[in-house]
């Protein structure tokens, strides 16, 4: 560990930009939100990072179809990431890839998950525009690790997952805080499993409620970056590793985040231009 | 690979120990930058036997537990206590997700704060149920306020909301955990081993995406000698309220998969209710709100039926 992130390591060198992808509250999609997001920024032709910083939960791999792949180290100690398409445009690194086996559990406490996300932080070989992180429910060790490090990196914002819910809001509203209280730019609140359209009949049923997040969004004066529905073939995409963006490219979900991904790349634009 | 290579990997795949009495001094620990903060947490503890005196007031303690966050473990504790309640139990739910506390808002006492006595907090009392709760939420002073803590600081809260609350004598004490297996988990686990906890409820979402993760959980009590009383698949598909098509929204069998691969007793399934959503926010009692013949009651109920045969069978 010492050989790989020595004092002077650079934080994510060779990253064009960084976004956040946080929730207070577990299960809300942040993977799912995360996974769809690089995709779309893949495909309107931007390469892509994905860094999996839950370290206890890691479930990135499963959802690219990677499961079971290595990562390479180079002779300097840096690790390589592991490619999701064959132009190399596309890369992901999550602790999963270290572990042996599926079910491994890795029960660590707070230091060592610090040291751990340090070190991803500094040692792999990154080159891509965007880098998306994804991180585990909380702000905690994790979540503080991530913030003190990104400081000298060039970091776009947040993007925050919420669920319609008010008791997931209530956590949401949390991590809000918590972005502000370390000074990270809130990209907007992103509301997943808004309603489910019943393939029988059509009818739209709010199973978890409706509209928290934009209610959150509008009383913590944040952007509203929009909703997604619930839709069964996501789950099923994220489970067998397919491209949901490529198989439903009509759907309603799919159209939020190309929207999602416009609005990214414009403020990455404008923030470009400004600091030349 | 060069050896260095070797080095990195090592520390990715070694885990601390899961010996809490080895925790800084085992192999692995030689190096690790949290080696002084494990030394110190892991002196005898001086208030064990008031930890233990509290504790075996209570007759059953369970843990319910999830490495997947959002798969409904606080729903599930909430609606467990409450039906072990209505079966004219005396019960208590301790919160331990200390940064993304629920249960206040869901026991409908998210406005109360917790007393000061002069044996120790009292826990708050739900009005809908009568359940004693202790939650980090019921500490904080504003909804929105974020617990920005590194692990060391959370294990000592838990140390004396386990060691400081005035429980009394119950029946049952449910522990609601956060998402994962890390700080609060080993906290908890560590303070309740004197007193021997029950076991632990594992709560999973129908997706073999969320199994994987689960899997690490079962793994986890294994590897800390948690008996684990079994399984529970929650938000089992949706039964649409117009035409009353059955969807499985978040996949299915993840639970059945998880059972048989472990073998470990699948208690039951739960499918998914919007009203029970509503229930949960407005902190009422989900007996009471829900129509009674609702599927999720009778699932739920049959789980506690299960679980009291279980715990009290012993």
Redesign the interface.
């Known amino acids: 560990?010492?050989?790989?992130a020595g004092p002077n390591a650079t934080i994510l060198e060779g990253v064009g930009q960084t976004v956040l992808v946080l929730s207070?509250?577990?299960?809300?999609g942040k993977s799912t939100v995360t996974v769809q997001l690089a995709s779309a920024l893949r495909a309107a032709g931007h390469s892509v990072g994905v860094l999996d910083i839950d370290l206890?939960?890691p479930?990135i791999p499963?959802?690219l179809g990677l499961e079971g792949r290595d990562v390479l180290?180079t002779?300097q100690?840096k690790?390589v990431p592991v490619y999701v398409d064959e132009d190399q445009r596309f890369s992901v690194i999550s602790?999963a890839f270290?572990?042996?086996s599926?079910?491994?559990?890795?029960?660590?406490?707070?230091?060592?998950?610090?040291?751990?996300i340090k070190?991803l932080l500094t040692?792999i070989m990154w080159n891509v525009d965007y880098l998306i992180i994804d991180t585990?429910?909380?702000?905690?060790?994790e979540?503080?690790s991530v913030m003190e490090n990104l400081r000298s990196a060039a970091v776009l914002g947040a993007v925050v997952v919420t669920?319609p819910?008010?008791?997931?809001v209530?956590?949401v509203?949390?991590?809000?805080?918590?972005c502000r209280?370390?000074g990270i730019n809130i990209l907007g609140v992103l509301e997943n499993m808004a309603g489910?359209v019943?393939?029988?009949?059509s009818?739209c049923?709010?199973?978890?409620?409706t509209g928290g997040g934009e209610q959150l969004a509008v009383k913590a004066g944040v952007p509203f970056l929009g909703r997604v529905p619930?839709d069964?073939m996501l789950?099923?995409c994220?489970?067998k590793g397919e491209n949901y963006l490529v198989k439903c490219s009509s759907s309603p979900a799919a159209a939020t985040f190309q929207a999602l991904v416009t609005t990214l790349t414009s403020q990455s634009d404008n923030q470009m231009e400004v600091e030349k | 690979?060069?050896s260095?290579?070797g080095?990195?990997?090592d520390?990715?795949?070694q885990?601390?120990p899961?010996n809490m009495d080895d925790?800084g001094k085992a192999e692995v620990c030689v190096?690790?930058?949290?080696?002084e903060?494990?030394l110190e947490g892991n002196k005898p503890d001086p208030d064990q036997k008031i930890i233990d005196t509290r504790l075996r007031a209570i007759k059953h303690k369970i843990l319910v537990l999830s490495?997947?966050?959002?798969?409904g473990k606080?729903s599930l504790a909430v609606m467990i206590a409450q039906l072990l309640a209505s079966n004219g139990k005396s019960v208590g739910v301790l919160d331990v997700d200390?940064?993304?506390p629920?249960i206040p808002?869901?026991m409908g006492v998210a406005d109360q704060p917790v007393l000061d006595s002069q044996w120790g907090w009292k826990p708050v009392v739900s009005p809908s149920s009568n359940i004693k709760t202790l939650s980090v939420g019921s500490l904080l002073a504003s909804?929105?306020?974020?617990?920005?803590?590194?692990?060391?600081r959370?294990t000592s809260l838990i140390r004396r909301m386990v060691k400081d609350t005035l429980w009394g004598r119950l029946d049952y004490l449910i522990v609601d955990t956060?998402?994962?297996?890390?700080?609060e988990?080993?906290s908890i686990v560590k303070l309740l081993a004197h007193t021997h906890p029950e076991g632990a409820i594992i709560v999973t979402?129908p997706?073999?995406?969320?199994t994987?993760?689960v899997?690490?959980?079962?793994?986890?009590c294994q590897?800390?000698g948690i008996p684990i009383l079994g399984l529970v698949e929650n938000m089992s598909g949706?039964r649409?309220?117009?035409?009353s098509?059955v969807?499985?929204?978040?996949?299915s069998g993840g639970g059945e998969y998880l059972s048989v691969k472990y073998g470990v007793p699948l208690l039951g399934t739960v499918p998914?209710e919007?009203q029970l959503?509503?229930a949960?926010?407005t902190g009422s009692n989900f007996l009471v709100q829900l129509p009674p013949h609702s599927p999720t009651v009778e699932r739920v109920r049959e789980i506690v039926v299960t679980l009291q045969a279980k715990v009290e069978g012993n």
């Open positions: 560990m010492t050989s790989a207070g509250k577990g299960g809300v206890c939960g479930s499963r959802m180290t002779p100690g690790w602790l270290f572990l042996d599926k079910s491994d559990a890795v029960i660590w406490r707070g230091p060592k998950k610090n040291a751990m070190q040692s585990p429910p909380g702000t905690s060790d979540h503080i669920t819910q008010m008791m997931a209530g956590d509203a949390r991590e809000l805080t918590f209280r370390t489910f019943c393939p029988n009949c009818e049923s709010n199973i978890l409620a619930i069964p789950a099923l994220s489970e | 690979m060069t260095q290579a080095d990195i990997e520390i990715a795949v885990e601390c899961s925790a190096g690790c930058p949290g080696r903060l494990c490495g997947k966050g959002g798969v606080s200390v940064c993304g629920s808002l869901m909804g929105s306020q974020a617990v920005v803590w590194r692990g060391p959370k956060p998402p994962g297996t890390s700080d988990h080993l979402s997706q073999k995406l969320a994987g993760v899997s690490r959980e079962i793994r986890f590897k800390l949706f649409c309220p117009c035409c098509e969807s499985d929204v978040f996949s998914l919007p959503t509503a949960h926010e």
